[in-house]
């Protein structure tokens, strides 16, 4: 992640730029912003820039080397990400207890999502994507055992060895105490890099030892303009209600896509049902004009209402239903979403959603892939 990808806060892009064109880069940071503002992609481009041998006259990474693709892949062995995690069905399995969870576990899944946000997530869309359900995450001893572990090899490209840690404010004392000896002193080139959104809460030890950057709530003319250039409309409005953070922004949006999305999933799975191909053809014409950002909405979103379909049909209770409309149709359409055909109607959605993602012609993608539901509602008939 370069900063021309970080949305706004050009003066700190500068001064953060400056510090490596002077040498005087402090070992031990504190990154601050509220929540879905950028102090993560910030740091992740500030890192970045750090291990470029090629940066541009601004001080920007240069977006194409060999350590930029290993950046932008978030795979750069010399940059460690810690996060808050707790014990959770998707975390990778490692042969070792797996009581105390730490971040390696779960490091797929990072990089997945801030690929896909570009770093503009809240900590509640972390956990869910993590399946916590309603547990908190937390940095705990064992993960500051292992920094230290990582910490003590030779940096591989013989450069920086960086640290950004997530939200050390849900980094236990233990933890903190592990981990200071490392921050009061450092081996020559490391780094830490800490992104907080509650810096009060950080362990005073920690804070203390580190120079702070504090990140301003993004304007709502730039928000606006990245919800416009995602395809999604409203944005001005939304973009005065998400108070400068654009994690809330998309969060605002695509809560008002999911009542309009229910209409078309319930549309699209009529006309599959009575498979009137003109009409289905309709809708993905419809579908292909809404805007890439709407459309993996969409399908997601449509993977949420299959999951309410499929556990109504194996009579499981405990959903609520937002409104009787919604539940009308759900009881309606259960039937079709037996075990039978469930992973068939998934393996569709996600397919649609990787051809979305690749930038295909969406006209053909929408077109084929509603002709291909209608096939698993007639097989399911
Ligand atoms: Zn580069």
Redesign the pocket.
Known sequence: MQFSAVIGNERIKSLLAETIRAGRVSHAQLFVSDEGVGALPMAIAYAQALL???RTPEGD?????A??YKMNRLEHPDCNFIFPVNKSKKAKATGRSDDKPTSDQFVHLWRELIIKTGGYISEEQWYNYIGLENQQGNINKEEANEIVRKMSFKSVQGGYKIVIMWLPEKMNEAAANTLLKLIEEPAPGTLFIFVSEQPDRVIATIRSRTQITTLAPLPQKFIAEYLYNEGIENGARIAQAAGGSLSRALELSRNEFQSEDFERFAALMRKGYTMKYGELFEWAESMAGIGREAQKMFCENSLAILRDCYLTSLNLAEITFVNPQTEKFINAFSPYTNHLTIEHFIREFELLLSHIRQNGNAKIIFSDFALKISKIIKAAK
Do not use: I, K, V
């Open positions: 470029c041998p090629n990474a240069c977006g194409e080397c350590n930029c």
